[in-house]
């Protein structure tokens, strides 16, 4: 099933523009060529058919869009399918509000980008990240009470939106755990997540690019709002982005990595052409 329709509001409207033009250059074209009497049937037919494949092209061009480009009051932000460990500049990790480090598929899994981040591309050992997180200098609103009672994983807790920077990674506190190990949030908490992370990207960025996920994809659970999907999680990440104070100057730019198992999900085109990506 097509994630974009085929009579999708933006399509049509790009397509009227593209026939704007068709028709203009068309237009012009017979002050100089007359065509034939026995023939304008056969031309306006020809011209139908090659308008129908234009909106056709037009459609399906917008169910493979695999990347956007966007400008919210001046930063760049690209929206695209890949590897984030891939890119350049800083890379945020979502971790739990513990910052456990134990892959055991019970509270960290090892397919997710938690995960997999921890068994390929920690840039130290699990026992030098734990001993880096635990000597890190955080600020005094950012570390809770120890969870005395947790009986898996590490006992202290940390305020969500938390980020600890590790080389080229900017390792940071998301979800939030029940004593079942299950990762959750309300709404009202991811929003607080996001909009603390923006601020503590702004202080920590260096004006160095940053590339991120979709916050809250994955195993995260956000309480009353079962139906919330990747595409709702990006809206509310760009909305988030556009009323914090953080801003990327040029070249530095925000990146939203999208996994290749999401993108099928996401419409691109939607966000391209809304106000702001919104």
Known sequence: MAKVSFWDKQIFKEFKDYTSIIFGVIGGSLYFVDI????????????????????????????????????????????????????????????????????????????SLNGKFITDHLPCTVTELDDHIKNYKFDADEIKDIDEERRDGKKQKYEIGTICVLDNFLITALSKFNNKNEANLTMPEYLEFLISFWDKVNRVYAQKSVSVPIFGSGLTRI???????EQDLLKIMLWTFRVSEMRFKHPAKLTIMIHEGKIDKINLLELKTARNGL
């Open 36 to 111: 034939p009497t026995g023939q304008k049937v056969a031309y306006g037919i020809v011209c139908i058919v090659i308008l129908f494949f234009a909106y056709i092209y037009l459609w399906r061009r917008a169910n493979s869009l695999r990347e956007i480009k966007l400008t919210i009051d001046e930063s760049t932000v690209i929206i695209k399918t890949g590897d984030i460990f891939a890119q350049d500049g800083l890379k945020a990790i979502a971790f739990n509000e513990y910052f456990d480090t134990q892959v055991d598929d019970r509270i960290i899994a090892a397919s």
């Open 223 to 229: 309480k009353g709002h079962k139906t919330i999907d």
